[in-house]
């Protein structure tokens, strides 16, 4: 039995490493600003605007769920270089923050690996071929 639960056991303090790791990733102090930010490209529906040509209307988003509906924030030029890197810092902890999802549930699986190795089954199953009153 120690052979078969030596290798889950690594593998748990494997994954319990990494954990740590995502831990103190997901620890940082930088400020953030929740959403997207991007250049929204878009015709406005006017017959004789240049828009219906190809040249389409350009403005900077910032893009977010809220209440469960996306909202559009205009940003204006003077503020994009400062929100940039805070959206973009939003982005990084939520990709930490689905793997640390991740990370929660590989640790549990080798958790009832583990268990189940160390696992007795009980009662102890009756053999087929004993027959009642022989013995």
């Known amino acids: 039995m120690s052979q078969s639960v030596s290798r889950p056991r690594q593998e748990l303090w494997r994954c319990y490493r990494a954990l740590a790791r995502t831990l103190r990733a997901l620890q940082r102090d930088a400020p953030m600003v929740q959403g997207s930010l ?3 490209r878009r015709k406005c529906g006017k017959p004789t605007c240049r828009c219906t040509r190809g040249e389409l209307h350009s403005a900077w988003v910032l893009t977010r769920s809220e209440a469960g509906k996306h909202r ?25 923050r689905a793997l640390l999802v991740k990370q929660f549930a590989r640790l549990l699986a080798f ?3 583990l268990a189940d190795q160390r696992l007795q089954r009980w009662p ?3 053999p087929e071929d004993h027959e009642p009153g022989t013995g």
């Open 38 to 40: 991007y250049l929204l």
């Open 72 to 96: 559009l924030y205009t940003v204006p030029a003077d503020q994009r270089g400062r929100l940039r890197p805070l959206a973009h810092e939003y982005r990084r902890w939520q990709r930490t």
């Open 111 to 113: 958790i009832d690996q």
């Open 124 to 126: 102890p199953t009756k």
